[in-house]
């Protein structure tokens, strides 16, 4: 079993930055993939961004060039930064662990960026 504990929400202004971090714990398999969803307040969940464990990236075309998804492998951790954020980045922001067909998904934290 992965466990996943995520950090760093809150509230910040527009044009401003927050960091979220979600640290994995349990069984870990070296070959995976972690990443960042969100949903907003009546809308489906959606990629944010993820990352493989050889590190390539993959990210949502609205996030592109604001938000950086990294990892460390060594402490089972990813982080999302996000930058100049925007009222409609507003959402609670999940961070999931996949290997093979298995995803696990944190608890979620809360973004909300104010005008």
């Known amino acids: 079993q992965v466990q996943l504990v995520e950090s760093g929400g809150g509230l910040v202004q527009a044009g401003g930055s927050l960091r979220l971090s979600c640290a994995a714990s349990?069984?870990?398999?070296?070959?995976?993939?972690m990443g960042w969803y969100r949903q907003a307040p009546g809308k489906q969940r959606e990629l944010v961004a993820d990352i493989l464990s050889g590190g390539s990236t993959n990210y949502a075309d609205s996030v592109k060039g604001r938000f950086t998804i990294s990892r460390d492998n060594a402490k089972n951790t990813v982080y999302l930064q996000m930058n100049s954020l925007k009222p409609e980045d507003t959402a609670v922001y999940y961070c999931?662990?996949?290997?093979?067909?298995?995803?696990?998904w944190g608890q979620g934290t809360q973004v909300t960026v104010s005008s």
């Open positions: 349990g069984s870990i398999f070296s070959i995976n993939v």
């Open positions: 999931t662990f996949r290997h093979l067909s298995t995803t696990v």
